[in-house]
């Protein structure tokens, strides 16, 4: 099987995490499906130069959010694993609790049933008890919580050195090697 990732890019802020991933994975041999909710199309517009259609370009599917019946929505379809960037509480919750009222949801579900790598990259500060206990239950059922928390031992000089750098760690856990930052050395 042709690796395949899905990518979900939800309301929150930093929408340039997903739009930054889904332009490296299309450098790569790697086939991407995309799932961008109405909240993260007005951030793509807000936040970057990008239009939304612009970023779905750059996907090799892209499907509507609303359609709960896409291929994604169930676990016959073979995919590698799922990232949520970034992934709003809302979203989070929608996860935390199985509540499927949305494709992204639906198919950050679907990876979890099937025991597929789901990274959300939870994007929300301060944290009150309540998003924390959601995390808490996503991670239990498997889901790998990596929040974009710049580390600045590799003296990022860019904002693009630090968004590389929760690139690199997403990278890291799916296994796909990369050069977006230096490795701390001891």
């Not at 997903?18 to 909240?39: P, R």
């Not at 951030?43 to 609303?66: F, K, L």
Request: net charge neutral.
């Amino acid at each position: 099987m042709t690796e395949r990732i899905v990518i979900g890019i939800s309301g929150a802020s930093g929408v340039i995490y997903g739009v930054k991933l889904l332009n490296l994975l299309s450098q790569m041999s790697v086939e991407t499906h995309l799932i961008i909710s109405e909240a993260g199309k007005r951030n793509i517009e807000i936040e970057t130069e990008y239009e939304p259609d612009q970023v779905a370009a750059m996907a090799d599917y892209v499907y509507d959010d609303r359609d709960v019946g896409a291929s994604l929505a169930s676990g016959s379809f073979l995919t590698s694993a799922m990232v949520v960037a970034p992934c709003t509480i809302k979203t989070l919750s929608g996860i935390a609790n199985s509540y499927t009222s949305n494709l992204l949801v639906r198919a950050a579900d679907v990876t979890l049933k099937e025991k597929r790598k789901l990274v959300l990259v939870v994007r929300e500060t301060p944290l009150h008890k309540g998003h924390l206990r959601l995390m808490t239950m996503a991670a239990d059922m498997g889901a790998h919580i990596l929040p974009p928390v710049p580390s600045f031992y590799h003296q990022p000089k860019t904002i693009d050195d630090i968004i590389n750098q929760t690139i690199g760690k997403i990278f890291d856990y799916l296994s796909i090697r990369h050069d977006l930052f230096k490795r701390w050395q001891g």
